[in-house]
């Protein structure tokens, strides 16, 4: 008995080990080896869609637009990368780094997530789709709720 409850546990690591070796590797927003004017091109056409980065709050969005305007400019200055000046290469990286975590971080929180809940009262499942963002907006609003009813004692909403 002892040797089947090993033999058990062990495939149960091996598959948590398998499964986490899968997991997707988180994929950088601006690729080595491409040209840097068609990437920023390409995220400023992303970010004006209206899809891609839908959930971006508008002073992250800024901040990644200002950064890709320095980033355009410098380029545009320095067309040949090897002649780039030292100074420009660190604030080119600079730049790079913010609108990669900010865009990465927009990803994420793009993720749709689908979860089978039963509704209060029935035993029937349903598939409810959100994403990552819509998630974390609802449970601030119900935390909110709750906040305002142990304050106020007030239960209409």
């Known amino acids: 008995m002892k040797g089947m409850t090993r033999v058990a546990a062990t495939a ?78 660190m604030a080119l990286f600079n730049d790079q780094q913010v609108v990669n975590t900010v865009l990465t971080q927009a990803r994420e929180d793009s993720r749709l997530i689908c979860k089978r809940e039963k509704a209060i009262g029935s035993n029937m499942p349903v598939t409810q789709c959100m994403t990552v963002a819509q998630r974390e907006r609802i449970k601030a609003q119900a935390q909110g709720r709750m906040d305002k009813t142990q304050r106020v004692g007030n239960y209409s909403y």
Do not use: W
């Open 12 to 89: 149960v690591l091996l598959m948590c080990m398998g499964a986490t070796a899968h997991a997707a590797p988180k994929k950088e927003v601006f690729e080595p080896g491409k040209p840097l004017s068609e990437q920023i091109t390409k995220i400023e056409i992303d970010l004006n869609d209206g899809e891609t980065y839908a959930e971006l709050a508008l002073p992250e969005r800024s901040r990644v637009r200002e950064a890709l305007t320095r980033m355009r400019a410098v380029v545009e200055q320095y067309p040949e990368q090897k002649a780039l000046p030292e100074s420009a290469r």
